[in-house]
């Protein structure tokens, strides 16, 4: 029976992978939704560690010693800030505030200036930056009034001593209980296109594979053969499988080498559980190749579950967005149980014993869906 069926999945596997179109949605569309969703949404880098590149346009003699205390907040805001003098280097950062000639001499000259933020602010992130910036600029202009309290003018000397001073007053921030941070940019955009483009290449190349066999009578050429129908159905299967494992395999790599997705500390759970998603679709795929009756109908099926699935499943956004009927409904579709166990693996930090019921889920689902696949497989 093994070797019956291995020889069909290599038979298989070796056609679907000499497709086009397979090799097109398997390995190419998947990277371009990573790059295009990951950057509309958030930029490059999922971690929430990492600084934000900013620019500062400044004049030739650096705009005073405010701008090097504005530089000083803006690193607290947790940006990393680049000093520019030429307007092309300038522009192409995606922040970037421009700084007033003579910044320094004329805020001490009681003129009234104005830093203007510009480039990132039409993204979904531009609130926020906008938030970090002002801030750091009423922290500078709080820093001038403290370091002329004393009567003092203002100078680098100053503020160097009020940047030594320890803090009378300290706010520190902690996460009260388990982290809940909203995955954005390649964070959700990639582990969302490799959960959604699993399912859409199963549901669609192998369903198709399945019909045309039975329509151009190769199906009854084996069932001719001395092979019982178990192997037949493994064969199948097992050829999918393979074809959703290395999907997987090149989008993890993608992800981690090109993008720098960091998958966190669990990544041997999560490719545990992107393997019980794989084999979900893979038995899909063989039921669905079953019942459909022509190749446009199972073509068409299989875009339409994929699509839907993949939206109210939380592909296509993060479910934590949407209301709260939606996030629930998504707890009862496979693509939920994916992306639910996906977000807790890698944004949330939960430990594998987090995505017990989700594997579990996606495993009692292809036992189901194995049986009816078995059940309904037709050579005719």
């Given at each position: ?41 958030g930029?490059?880098?999922s ?8 620019a500062?346009?400044?004049d ?13 907040r ?40 104005q ?27 709080a ?8 009567g ?13 001073r ?56 084996i069932a ?10 493994l ?8 074809l ?119 495993l ?17």
């Amino acid at each position: 029976m093994i070797r019956e069926a291995r020889f069909i999945a290599g038979k298989d596997l070796r056609y679907m992978l000499s497709r086009k179109e397979t090799l097109i949605w398997t390995f190419v569309m998947p990277i371009l939704f990573f790059y295009f969703i990951g950057t509309v949404t958030g930029g490059f880098g999922s971690s929430t560690d990492r600084k934000d590149n900013i620019a500062l346009l400044v004049d030739s003699d650096g705009s005073g010693f405010l701008t090097d205390q504005l530089t000083r907040r803006l690193q607290d805001e947790d940006y990393e800030v680049h000093l520019l003098s030429d307007p092309e280097e300038f522009a192409r950062y995606r922040r970037r505030l421009i700084i007033p000639d003579s910044f320094t001499d004329k805020v001490l000259a009681g003129e009234q200036v104005q830093i203007r933020v510009v480039g990132h602010s039409d993204s979904l992130t531009g609130d926020f930056d906008r938030v970090r910036v002002t801030k750091a600029v009423y922290s500078v202009l709080a820093d001038l009034v403290v370091a002329g309290e004393d009567g003092v003018a203002p100078s680098p000397e100053a503020f160097a001593e009020l940047n030594r001073r320890v803090r009378n007053l300290v706010l520190e921030v902690t996460p009260a209980g388990e982290r809940k941070e909203i995955p954005s940019g390649f964070a959700q955009a990639i582990p969302g296109n490799m959960v959604m483009f699993t399912m859409l290449v199963l549901l669609t190349s192998g369903t198709v594979l399945l019909v045309l066999e039975r329509k151009e009578g190769l199906l009854r050429r084996i069932a001719s053969a001395p092979i019982p129908r178990s192997s037949v159905v493994l064969g199948k299967w097992a050829a999918r499988l393979i074809l959703a494992l290395v999907q997987i395999a090149f989008a993890l790599a993608v992800g981690t080498f090109l993008f720098r997705m960091e998958w966190g500390d669990q990544f041997v759970a999560v490719c545990g559980l992107l393997a019980a998603w794989a084999a979900f679709n893979a038995t899909l795929s063989i039921l669905m190749g079953s019942l459909a009756r022509s190749q446009g109908q199972a073509s068409g099926i299989g875009v339409v579950v994929s699509m839907g699935l993949g939206a109210l499943g939380g592909c296509w956004w993060p479910i934590e967005v949407v209301p709260q009927w939606m996030q629930k409904l998504a707890l009862y579709l496979p693509s939920g149980w994916a992306m639910d166990g996906m977000h807790k693996l890698v944004s949330f930090g939960a430990p594998p014993t987090a995505v017990i019921l989700n594997v579990s889920a996606l495993l009692a689902g292809t036992l189901i869906l194995g049986m009816l696949a078995t059940r309904y497989f037709r050579y005719e």
